[in-house]
């Protein structure tokens, strides 16, 4: 059974950071691809970012490149979602989730299994 967790999420002024986390209970962590995405209230998901099982490839929605870094730290079951220079239209549920068996690093909703309960985040003007 593979759970993910999140944390990390807040109230935070418009121009401000936080830093997301997603700790995994699989052992395999490393063989897989994970994703973060997010819902905004009246909104279907979206994707944000995405890093490969290896972690030497990342993928970005336009709206937060340059702002945003996903990384991730095998050695912790643990995939980050640093978020800088943050704006109100941010404010969503944060999810992350995690790809297929040494999978692509995609944006499609349809490639990732396992999902966390997310986090929220809200960004204040």
């Known amino acids: 059974q593979v759970q993910l967790v999140e944390s990390g999420g807040g109230l935070v002024q418009a121009g401000g950071s936080l830093r997301l986390s997603c700790a995994a209970s699989?052992?395999?962590?490393?063989?897989?691809?994970m994703g973060w995405f997010r819902q905004a209230p009246g909104k279907e998901r979206e994707f944000v970012a995405s890093i490969s099982w290896a972690g030497s490839r990342t993928l970005y929605t336009d709206s937060v490149k340059g702002r945003f870094t996903i990384s991730r730290d095998n050695a912790k079951n643990t995939v980050y979602l640093q978020m800088n220079s943050l704006k109100p239209e941010d404010t969503a549920v944060y999810f992350c989730?995690?790809?297929?068996?040494?999978?692509?690093?995609?944006?499609?909703?349809?490639?990732?299994?396992?999902w966390g309960q997310g986090t929220q985040v809200t960004v204040s003007s």
């Open positions: 699989a052992r395999t962590f490393s063989n897989y691809p």
């Open positions: 989730a995690r790809g297929g068996l040494r999978g692509s690093v995609t944006g499609r909703q349809s490639e990732y299994q396992h």
